[in-house]
């Protein structure tokens, strides 16, 4: 093999390890005691009037109990509403629900201010995550005023419509506002993750089949999910003038001691190579460590940068082969074509 032909394998194996981290009180007892005969009389002719203040204040709890119910089952409908209209992603439908001055706060801290920022995110939501759904559970409802009902609950997250990945609390402010009750306040708070998809899925563009083809040379990729979307599997191939010089794996996951993405990479001929991956400005920087079958330590700084939906820009750079530094390497990867059906 020619030198400048194993130069080009040493950077299509970097390439191929790279690609792949309130109620009211209780009434008072009074005690019954003896009283004079004419104290009793005289009691008995006031006794009509008495009665009647019971009464009355048992119409004004019943209205009040009434206008409570009502308001209660207006924020249920809400709510329902709600998450039909994000599960069909419906950003109007949702909107209606909101009050012009909105507020929402995510559990990470992000604030939304009125409803022009609102809608924006739900847009860039349903953009990144177009299958995602999720399921509110209301765990209280409670009046504060006859004009503001405040609700506590939890959602729970399906990015791809079927995965369950997190889990949040959250509260919620109704205000009355004429005939219709609408959320002003929404806070998230106690996010839980469910599953390491939910570190993983930033990555979701790279499922598919990737090639990168040369004057002499191919290489080839294929990304996809595990059966519990734990991890993301890569297989790779290296062909130099038609021959197979190299083929291997990746297992790209979240180290559960580091809360970091990491890649774990094996190869045909023995070798293997670990990974760090972070997203940095939409860039994924993978810091990449390995030891070929001769032992040889390599290391490189790769970048993986989404340039369109079916083009990736490869960069690799402090490359170094045992103590040898190679030159750095930059292609642009393309998704394959699916095949014709036959």
Not at 48 to 58: D, E, I, N
Not at 118 to 147: C, G, N, Q, W, Y
Request: hydrophobic fraction near 40%.
């Amino acid at each position: 093999m020619t030198q400048r032909a194993y130069l080009f394998l040493v950077g299509a194996v970097l390439f191929g390890w790279a690609m792949y981290e309130v109620g009211a009180a209780c009434p008072r007892r009074h005690r019954l005691v003896a009283q004079p005969v004419a104290q009793r009389v005289a009691q008995q002719a006031v006794q009509p009037a008495a009665q009647q203040q019971p009464a009355a204040k048992t119409a004004a709890a019943q209205a009040a109990d009434a206008a409570a119910d009502a308001a209660r089952e207006a924020v249920l409908a809400n709510v329902r509403a709600f998450t039909d209209a994000f599960n069909r992603r419906d950003v109007m439908a949702l909107l209606k629900l909101f009050a012009e001055d909105c507020e929402l706060t995510e559990s990470d801290g992000t604030t939304l201010h009125g409803l022009t920022e609102l809608e924006e995110a739900l847009k860039d939501s349903f953009e990144a995550d177009p299958d995602s759904r999720i399921s509110v559970s209301v765990d209280s409802l409670r009046m504060v005023t006859p004009d503001v009902v405040l609700e506590e609950g939890k959602t729970t997250f399906f990015p791809d419509g079927k995965t369950l990945t997190a889990e949040t609390d959250y509260q919620a402010t109704h205000v009355k506002k004429g005939d219709r009750w609408l959320m002003s306040r929404v806070r998230s708070f106690n996010r839980v993750v469910l599953s390491p998809y939910d570190h993983l899925r930033d990555l979701e563009w790279l499922v598919g089949d990737w090639v990168d083809e040369g004057p002499d040379s191919l290489v080839e990729a294929s990304y996809r999910w595990d059966a519990n979307k734990a991890f993301l599997l890569q297989d790779f191939s290296i062909r130099i003038k038609g021959e197979n010089v190299l083929s291997g794996t990746q297992r790209i996951g979240r180290d559960p001691l580091s809360n970091h993405i990491k890649a774990w990479v094996f190869d045909s001929e023995g070798g293997y190579a670990e990974s760090l991956w972070s997203n940095v400005d939409d860039t994924w920087v993978i810091k990449m460590k390995g030891v070929r079958s001769d032992g040889t330590v390599v290391m490189s700084t790769n970048q993986l940068t989404q340039l369109a939906k079916d083009r990736i820009l490869f960069e690799s750079v402090d490359r170094l082969v045992g103590e040898e530094r190679m030159p750095s390497l930059s292609v642009i990867v393309v998704r394959k074509p699916p095949q014709a059906k036959r």
